[in-house]
């Protein structure tokens, strides 16, 4: 099951680093808003589009964009607690979370649910838990 647990915790920093980088390209969205405000685009025939059409652009790509990379920063955060054998829960909620992102957070979701939810890996994240505690671990 060790060798579950360390797939799924390079998955989520795979898919990760994947939904940074999809990210990244919202910020298309903040640059298509500077340029639609642009003075070139402004002087061309018919003045150009209103100015909060490059305002509302700006808005949401930014919007989007940290949206998107929080959700990121979830998964490489999960990633490195399942590493740890820590916080079964927060990894259960971005399992959760990547379930809506469809095909590939979905499969990535349920892998993280069928494998945190095996009896061998509670066993081996309430020993982890004990470890603190100073409670003997049989």
Not at 42 to 65: C, D, K, R, T
Not at 113 to 136: D, K, N
Request: aromatic share 12%; charged share 10%; proline share 2%.
């Amino acid at each position: 099951m060790k060798n579950q647990l360390s797939t799924v915790a390079t998955l989520h920093y795979v898919y990760g680093v994947f939904i940074c980088l999809v990210g990244m390209c919202l910020l298309g969205l903040v640059f298509a808003g500077v340029f639609l405000n642009s003075d070139w685009i402004q002087q061309q025939a018919g003045g150009g589009p209103p100015v909060f059409a490059g305002h509302f652009l700006q808005i949401l790509g930014w919007a989007l964009f940290a949206l998107v990379e929080l959700h990121a920063l979830l998964n490489l955060v999960s990633g490195a607690m399942i590493q740890k054998h820590k916080g079964r829960t927060f990894s259960y909620v971005v399992a959760a979370l990547n379930c809506l992102n469809i095909p590939f957070g979905l499969a990535l979701g349920i892998f993280t649910f069928v494998v945190l939810g095996s009896q061998e890996v509670q066993v081996l994240y309430e020993a982890r838990s004990l470890e603190g505690t100073g409670r003997i671990v049989r």
